[in-house]
T-cell receptor, first 113, second 114 residues
Framework: QKEVEQNSGPLSVPEGAIASLNCTYS??????FFWYRQYSGKSPELIMS????GDKEDGRFTAQLNKASQYVSLLIRDSQPSDSATYLC?????????????FGKGTSLLVTP | NAGVTQTPKFQVLKTGQSMTLQCAQD?????MYWYRQDPGMGLRLIYY???????DKGEVPNGYNVSRLNKREFSLRLESAAPSQTSVYFC?????????????FGQGTRLTVV
């Protein structure tokens, strides 16, 4: 079982809608959770980080963390065609692998005009 | 401010050839990592260097070696390339050897082994 699980998608939402991306992780000692966006042929870029239970908002993006359920999500409000990309969930386990980020396989998001 | 720089961006190798992928960061980060990304497999950790002077194996180290030349540079070497090593390789760095900060990625090296 991979440590970080995401639905591969594609998730298709109309422009202006809310996109909801989900991620579960297997290790309860996980700390530090991240959402990255990756456009085709490009490198991952950070969207949000979250370290404690609850919600964290940044512009149109909201990250939600529930450590008891081992679940982290990303909401994108007012989705735009430019949001079409693959979204990678990443988790840091303590203290393995030099605190490397463990990534899910990513969810492909398509925002249709 | 360049961030994380990888060279080359593209490379085609013949089976059995060797090459070194270069990575340099100018952010004074302690930790550096090499990942490979394959369709349907996500990003997988090859090797990491938690701090200058240390290196260790990640999830998929077979067929690779690394060198942490100094705090800035972390290279990945393929001694005898195989078609299974066709992939996109990303170097990443983090400021501290500990949780709580994100990784910054280079632009990637697209490697094809024929």
């Amino acid at each position: 079982q991979k440590e970080v699980e995401q639905n591969s998608g594609p998730l298709s939402v109309p422009e202006g809608a809310i996109a909801s991306l989900n991620c579960t992780y297997s290790d309860r000692v996980s700390q530090s959770f991240f959402w990255y966006r990756q456009y085709s042929g490009k490198s991952p870029e950070l969207i949000m980080s979250i370290y404690s239970n609850g919600d964290k908002e940044d512009g149109r993006f909201t990250a939600q963390l529930n450590k008891a359920s081992q679940y982290v999500s990303l909401l994108i409000r007012d989705s735009q065609p430019s949001d079409s990309a693959t979204y990678l969930c990443a988790v840091i386990r303590f203290p393995n692998s030099g605190y490397a980020l463990n990534f899910g396989k990513g969810t492909s998001l398509l925002v249709t005009p | 401010n360049a961030g994380v720089t990888q060279t080359p961006k593209f490379q085609v190798l013949k089976t059995g050839q060797s090459m070194t992928l270069q990575c340099a960061q100018d952010m004074n980060h302690n930790s550096m990592y090499w990942y490979r990304q394959d369709p349907g497999m996500g990003l997988r950790l090859i090797y990491y260097s938690a701090s200058e002077g240390t290196t260790d194996k990640g999830e998929v180290p077979n067929g690779y070696n690394v060198s942490r030349l100094n705090k800035r540079e972390f290279s990945l070497r393929l001694e005898s390339a195989a078609p299974s090593q066709t992939s996109v390789y990303f170097c990443a760095s983090r400021p501290i050897t500990g949780p709580g900060t994100e990784a910054f990625f280079g632009q990637g090296t697209r490697l094809t082994v024929v």
